[in-house]
T-cell receptor
């Protein structure tokens, strides 16, 4: 299966610990997006990355959250000093091209998410 | 800011019934996407629409891109139990942001 791979599927952290979420995009995809989903809600955009570059992090909290997509290896979403409000499902998606609707037709393909629980 | 309003929020139907849900936007979209999310899984793309007025089918699913470019609907014919899940509409906002509606939660009773 060459789909988007996320790990771990479930992650439990105590308040104040760090959470690291990994995402390997689909083969041939160089654009990665991270979304957050709270229970009973839709997905909220967090950050868009290409290899070695953060393109748009307008949806990401300014503190404690960071993301990277290195030249080699998966994309990482890192949450430092987690709090209970960080508990959510975090989804990664990838596309072949940017998701601009006006010129490109490259829908997002999602992984199965990492469910973070902060105790 | 740009909003995607999906309705209804939830639906409870009998197996075999047809389903219709829709999505409206406060602004014009050039693309409408419909995704389905099964419990514990990530969203899966069902149908992509790229042209106003476009009507596209995928098996028992049919979706249309509204003429005004501010709305879209998704129909499911002859529902079956495995249609259960959350259906999301989505569209591009700005340069890099794909916005999602809050979802329509579908329950199908056998």
């Amino acid at each position: 299966n060459a789909g988007v791979m996320q790990n771990p599927r479930h992650l439990v952290r105590r308040r104040g610990q760090e959470a690291r979420l990994r995402c390997s995009p689909m083969k041939g995809h160089s654009h990665v997006y991270w979304y957050r989903q709270l229970p009973e809600e839709g997905l909220k955009f967090m950050v868009y990355l290409q290899k070695e570059n953060i393109i748009d992090e307008s949806g990401m909290p300014k503190e404690r959250f960071s993301a990277e997509f290195p030249k080699e290896g998966p994309s990482i979403l890192r949450i430092q000093q987690v709090v209970r409000g960080d508990s959510a499902a975090y989804f990664c998606a990838s596309s072949q091209k940017p998701t601009q609707g006006s010129s490109y037709n490259s829908p997002l393909h999602f992984g199965n998410g990492t469910r973070l629980t902060v105790t | 800011g740009q909003q995607l309003n999906q309705s209804p929020q939830s639906m409870f139907i009998q197996e075999g019934e047809d389903v219709s849900m829709n999505c409206t936007s406060s602004s014009i979209f050039n693309t409408w996407l419909w995704y389905k999310q099964d419990p514990g899984e990530g969203p899966v793309l069902l149908i992509a629409l790229y042209k106003a007025g476009e009507l596209t089918s995928n098996g028992r699913l049919t979706a249309q891109f509204g003429i005004t470019r501010k709305d879209s609907f998704l129909n499911i014919s002859a529902s079956i139990p495995s249609d259960v899940g959350i259906y999301f509409c989505a569209g591009p906002f700005g340069i890099n942001d794909m916005r999602f509606g809050a979802g329509t939660r579908l329950t199908v009773k056998p």
